[in-house]
Structure formats: structure tokens, C-alpha cells
């Protein structure tokens, strides 16, 4: 390695190599799994670790990000992503890119600015959940239950859920919400390039509903607010509406210094548990 | 006409005529204009009528859609639409559709199901605003103010904003929220095919800060959430940050029932008033 690239397990598990005009190599590691799926928040970054390589230098920063789910990405193996750039304007670039093993896995549809340039007006009604220091919370580093036994992604954070989880302590809330501090386990810092993973990071908010078998993304859509300083990401996400089955979840990641980063929002099916 | 479509002016304005495989023709009606430009929840509804058409008998419901805005549509003119099929699953069929006049101006992706059956669990946690009945409310059907007199969008509606709006009052709440109820003017009863649409159909939350220009849209997704029942249709927005003039707009839809039928959130740029 002649650069930092690589020295963390998101920068190299998300290398995307140029093959040829818009084609890029991935390779779809197994260190990021749900279960025996790769979690969709990783592999979302291994779309746009192609994408801002084709957005341009004026354009660095990602700002919205729309990935539809079309079939459980395969870990382990290598992957295609290929790179559309749809429209470059003044402002924003749209990309457009696809994920394939063999048949179509993800396809995506996101916008590229620079949030540096941007120069309005300025008014946040949300807040930062209050919730204890991260040390007075509940770590997350694995799990003994049989999902996350076999869950290699839990490993790739520090997480620490509020004390107000009910499902950590056998009990269930009624609350579909989770709030917690989060941050890589290997000390890489927090950036723009991350935060559609750190949006799908976060154990499902309807798990304080009740014991629930697989939650599968059909939609997930990431809006980056800012440039996250270092440091913890505070994160919160529930679920307002669940119709039937569907859900959707909203989040809102929040950085060390208490600035809005990210929002996310993704349509998902609730599935029965075994 | 030998059926009902083209009665009324959302169906013959959105009419997509099959040209070629997965090629349809529109035509951008100029009766749905924000100032010279088409709404773009109107031409969101040229792509969905068109994919709609694509995504099969046993799909025959939006459930979700991302619209990247790339350029300004021209009204009064024809304008191409092509889909493509991406994965058409068991419970899902996922469509990508492009809009060009010349140009592309809209790039889509959508996922099509069944909602009659789902049948997982609901939790409804989000609840419709409280506002005094439509009669009691304050009717918008056009405008005096520049924007509105040259704006043939409100004539499609009979939209009766809370009284506590404070734009319409000549105030300023600097609370950006916008609450209402909303329905087609010519009777026009709403269904999922309509709810994008309805999506984007109020003015924005932010004329509640002050004097806007223009407030474009970047992308716009609109989860469909329950198939409404006839009625009015009761609608919140409202925007919870607003970052160096980037904005998030969520809204929730609910129907005649009271049963939430969809939400939208859309990230768009607060231009400052000419």
C-alpha cells in the first residue's frame, strides 16, 4: 500500500477498481454480514466508492442517494458496478449505477455536490437525542442470539444503544425506535463516503415490537446534511407508520459536535420471525 | 372515448401512448404549471402512467418512487418516456423510467406491488392533523401574487389551507410547515396513481420563513402507503432543516378515513426571491 487506502476495513472493503470506461470491480467482502447476507448499507458503499470516482472534482460531496433492493447480494465474491452519469450541471451531478453478481443485485440513483459551496439560508428544528454518554450506554460489540452469532457486521462498530432499549434486556418497548452512539471498531473516522452505511447500521427500530425474523430493505434513500467532524455519529431511527407489513424507517445521524449530518428514510417488510 | 379515461384532467394530461416496446409517448400539458414550468409531481405522473402500464396485473400498485429532477420539462410539448423493467420478483416488480424531451429531464425508480395482499402486522404511530373542516379552512384556488397569476397548477385543485397558515395572511409563522386539505377541482376522485402527484401539490413549508423564489426540487420520493378512499385528502408538510439552503420536505398524506395513504420527503434547494 503506497496510501492510507486500505488501512481500514470500510476503505478497503469498499475499493472499487476501474476497468474500463464506467465499470468498475468490486469485491463483495464477507466481514459485513446480517445473518448470511451483506448488510445493504455496505453494499451501498460499494456502489458509491464507483460513484464519486465518476461525479468529478467539483462535485465531491454525496447528497442524496436512492438504492432499490433487488435481490440479497452474494458475500465473498467479486461484483460489477457500473456507472451512468446522467446529468452534470453547475450544481449537482446525477449518476445512476448497478451492482451485479451474475443477475442485477442493487440498482441506485444519486446526486453529488459540493456541500462546501453551498451558501443559504440555515434553520434546524430537529435535535440530537438526549441520551447518557457513550460510556453509560449499552455496547454492542456482537451478540449471543443466533442472528448475530453469525453476524460478521456487528464487529465493524463500537455501537452503544441507549439504556432505554428494552430488547437488549429481554423486554420489548412498544416503541419502534432505537437511538445509540456509533462509530467504526478500527478508529477510521466518519465522513461524507459513510454515512449511507451508518444510516443502515443500527438493529431494526421495530425489534421493540417484537421478536422479528428479517426486516429486508426494498428502498433506502440517504440525504447527506454535512461534512461530519470526528468522533462519535449519535443516531436515531423509528418507525412511524407500519401498514400490513410495511414499514418505513427514518433516521437522522448526528455528528460529534452535534451537527445534523445525514437523514435516511427506507420502505422495508416486516417478515415473520422462524 | 369509449371509457372513462380523459373525463378528467389528471387522466387525459397524463395519458401515455404505447409507441414501441417499453417506449411511450406523453404530452407535458401547460395546465399544470408552477409559474412557466411544469409541477413536478405532475410530471412525476407522465413516468408513473407509463410504468404503470409496465409493471403487470399482479403489480398494480405504487409502493415507492425516487425522482432525480434534471432539468426543467417544457410545456405544451410532447416528451418521451422508456421504461425499463429491472427485476420483476414475486412480491415486487422494481421499473426504472427516463423523460426526455431532447433531453432527459427526469430519471425515476419505482417498485410496483400488491397492497390488497399484504397482510402483515400495522402500528400506526403518526397521527392526522388537527384542523377545522375544508369549509372553515382557507380555499386557494389561484393566487394574486405574481407566481400565482401566471400559475395554471392551483385551477387543478380545490385546496383549503389551515387557518393558521401565515403566508396567506400576509405573516410569516417562521414555522415551515403547510397543512391542508386537498382534492381534484373537476371531482376527480383520488387513487395511488394520483398520490405522487398530491405529493407535491401544496405550496412549499418554507413560504412560511419569508419570501422564496424558486424552491427546485432535487429528488422526490413518495412512499404509497394505503389506497385512499373518495374524499378530500388531508396533507402535512413541513421541512425540519434547512442547511445552507438544501432542504428536506417530508409529508403524509392521509385519506377521507383517516388512514395514512402516503409519505414523500424531497431534498430541494431554497433559492432566494428574484
Redesign the interface.
Known amino acids: 500500500m503506497d496510501d492510507d487506502v486500505g488501512v481500514f476495513a470500510f476503505d478497503s472493503d469498499t475499493a472499487a477498481t476501474r476497468t474500463a470506461d464506467s465499470a468498475y470491480e468490486v469485491h463483495v467482502s464477507d466481514g459485513w454480514n446480517i445473518g448470511t447476507n451483506p448488510n445493504g448499507g455496505y453494499v451501498l458503499s460499494l456502489l458509491t466508492s464507483a460513484l464519486a470516482q465518476e461525479a468529478g472534482d467539483g462535485h465531491p460531496d454525496l447528497?442524496?442517494i436512492?438504492a432499490?433492493y433487488?435481490?440479497p447480494t452474494t458475500p465473498g465474491e467479486p461484483a460489477q458496478v457500473h456507472v451512468e452519469q446522467?446529468?452534470q450541471?453547475r450544481?449537482?451531478t446525477?449518476l445512476?449505477a448497478t451492482l451485479a453478481q451474475g443477475t442485477?443485485r442493487v440498482?441506485a440513483?444519486a446526486?453529488y455536490g459540493n456541500?462546501a459551496e453551498?451558501?443559504?439560508?440555515?434553520?434546524?428544528?430537529?435535535e440530537p437525542p438526549e441520551i447518557p454518554d457513550p460510556d453509560d450506554c449499552a455496547a454492542r460489540h456482537g451478540g449471543s442470539d443466533p442472528v448475530s452469532a453469525v453476524s460478521s457486521f456487528m464487529h465493524r462498530f463500537d455501537t452503544r444503544l441507549s439504556p432505554e432499549t428494552g430488547w437488549l434486556r429481554g423486554e420489548r418497548t412498544g416503541?419502534?425506535r432505537v437511538v445509540g452512539w456509533t462509530r467504526f471498531a478500527d478508529g477510521r473516522e466518519p465522513d461524507v463516503a459513510s454515512l449511507p452505511l451508518f444510516a443502515d447500521a443500527l438493529p431494526p427500530a421495530v425489534f421493540e415490537?417484537g421478536p422479528a425474523g428479517w426486516v429486508p430493505t426494498?428502498?433506502l434513500?440517504v440525504?447527506v446534511?454535512?461534512r461530519p467532524a470526528p468522533g462519535w455519529l449519535l443516531a436515531r431511527f423509528e418507525?412511524?407508520?407500519?401498514?400490513?407489513?410495511?414499514l418505513?424507517e427514518d433516521g437522522e445521524i448526528w455528528d460529534s459536535e452535534g451537527r445534523?449530518v445525514a437523514?435516511s428514510?427506507q420502505?422495508a417488510?416486516?417478515?415473520?420471525a422462524g
Not at 418507525?239 to 410495511?246: E, K, M, N, Q
Request: proline share 6%; aromatic share 2%.
Open positions: 447528497l442524496t436512492t432499490h433487488l435481490r446522467v446529468r450541471g450544481r449537482h446525477h445512476q442485477e440498482r440513483l446526486a456541500l453551498a451558501d443559504g439560508p440555515t434553520l434546524i428544528r430537529t416503541v419502534p415490537l426494498i428502498e434513500t440525504h446534511r454535512g418507525t412511524r407508520a407500519l401498514v400490513d407489513g410495511y418505513e445534523l437523514q428514510r420502505l417488510l416486516l417478515l415473520p
